[in-house]
């Protein structure tokens, strides 16, 4: 297992993060996983037991309940507390009242409270906004991480699902004031979804934030499972809630290419998709969930696979993004 720093900050993360979106099964989580305490205890197990020291879940999976059973699988492993980087998220909707989502100052203090308490820790390593709130203040909620860090509840702050302005208007507020600066950007990434190349990978890479990929087989399609006429693996999520979307044609013009080099190594085609996004200079971590140990051990053995500079490009061709604007215009002025 690799390891590297977690954004501009000295702490080290493996190149892997487990999800725990699988555990629990509560409201519509159900569709997604349901794995129960000693299943989960197992992954966990497992995936310490490999070297992977980080792990990431949220406020909403399974309604609490995967925080809840995240926190007593960390105990039941034998492992200590130190030897977790722990991550939640707090934005979704965990109640009925008005305030009961988002992220003003108020909510983040409630639902830090709330995933402490079901955590069974006391202090959390990396705290992260889970959506864009577009009534918020970026100030507010900047202060309010900051706030969590000084009183020893936080060690590290991010956010998830933001547009690069919004990130860098966050760094610039932290900077101004020295406040908590956001680490990390959790975001969706796959070599069938690419679009955060264009302005997101850039500014990562310019101000030293942290890429945690989540769904880096695009919701289970880069599998290999799949065929372009519609079939799909009994009970796959994919098919329910199609999600995250893709261009189809080129999600599996990706999969043709990657076939073949799967076939050479005697390895899964999930196992090429990831080493690919594993490639990529400005990805930190790969969230990968799992639903039994097995699933998870394919998915950590991306880390032994090497693609050659053939192949990447090959990859690269064959995903590339339609060109944008201004993009284009750039590039064609760069070439003059």
Known sequence: MRYTPLGNTGLMVSEFCLGTMTFGGRGLWTAIGSLEQSVADGIVASA?????????????????????????????????????VLATKIFGTVGDGPNDRGASRAHIMDGIQASLKRLGTDYIDLYQVHGLDQITPVEETVRALDDLVRQGHVRYVGVSNWRAWNVMKALGVADRYGWARPATLQ??????????????????LSEKVGLMVWSPLAGGLLSGKYSRDGKAPAGSRRIEFDFPPVDRDRAFNCIDAMRPMAEARDVSVARIALAYVLAKPFVTSIITGAKNVAQLEDNLAAAEIQLSDEEMETLDTVSALPPEYPGWMIKVQSEE
């Open 48 to 84: 310490l037991d490999a070297g992977v020291n980080f792990i990431d879940t949220a406020d909403i999976y399974s309604e609490g309940l995967a925080e809840q059973i995240t926190g007593q699988a960390i105990r039941n492993s034998g492992f200590q507390r130190t030897d977790v």
């Open 187 to 204: 975001a969706y990434y796959s070599i069938a979804g690419r679009d955060l190349e264009r302005e997101i990978a850039p500014l990562l």
